[in-house]
């Protein structure tokens, strides 16, 4: 069983950056891809990006796209999401999420574990 742990959320004003951080358990970490998803409130959750099991490929909803990157250590066991020019409509709970994948490509959907998720909140 996998566990993720997400950290580095918080509060900032428009345009700021934030970096969050999963730390994933397991010795198996090289074989899975890895996303970020987040739910605003009322609303219900949704595909951020993801990144493959080398890291050499990722995918990213549109409304990101030029803002945000992630990228993964496996060395550190840990997935990264950089948040750049941060809006009031990027606040949300970002989880972290993991699937295991036999080819290296990064999925939108798919994913069967996930952490408990950071607050991010951006003021105008």
């Known amino acids: 069983q996998v566990q993720l742990v997400e950290s580095g959320g918080g509060l900032v004003q428009a345009g700021a950056s934030l970096r969050l951080s999963c730390a994933v358990s397991?010795?198996?970490?090289?074989?899975?891809?890895l996303g970020w998803f987040r739910q605003a409130p009322g609303k219900e959750r949704e595909f951020v990006a993801a990144?493959?099991?080398?890291?050499?490929?990722?995918s990213y909803t549109d409304s990101v796209k030029g803002r945000f990157t992630i990228s993964r250590d496996n060395a550190e066991n840990t997935v990264y999401l950089q948040m750049n020019n941060l809006k009031p409509e990027d606040t949300a709970v970002y989880y972290c999420a993991a699937q295991i994948l036999s080819s290296d490509y990064a999925p939108s959907a798919g994913f069967g574990f996930w952490g408990q998720g950071t607050q991010v909140t951006v003021s105008s």
């Open positions: 397991g010795r198996t970490f090289h074989l899975y891809a």
């Open positions: 990144v493959s099991r080398s890291g050499g490929r990722t």
